[in-house]
């Protein structure tokens, strides 16, 4: 943990002090989504939260989201199952 010297009453270094940890900080979080991003090419699938899903991902869910819509699908209610031939 670092110390910096201020002053509440005369604003001496609240400015340099303010500055310094907010530049901190940020690169921290850099640093944190960095880190973020290259598991997350090591990890087939996975995506950062705020991201695109890629092209794969969304054609998986396309097709996930196609299927579970068939699954239940009344079989009395097919146009081929009422065929009056």
Excluded: H, R, W
């Excluded at 995506?47 to 097709?63: A, F, H, L, N, R």
């Excluded at 068939?70 to 209610?77: L, R």
């Amino acid at each position: 943990m670092e110390f910096y010297e201020t002053s509440a009453k005369t604003g001496k270094s609240v400015e340099e002090a303010f500055t310094t940890v907010a530049k901190k900080l940020m690169l921290k979080k850099q640093q944190m989504i960095a880190e973020k991003k290259e598991k997350a090419k090591q990890k087939p699938g996975s995506s950062i939260v705020g991201e695109k899903p890629s092209e794969k991902t969304q054609e998986k869910t396309e097709t996930k989201i196609a299927l579970d819509s068939t699954k239940n699908k009344d079989p009395s209610k097919d146009d081929a199952n009422n065929c009056n031939c």
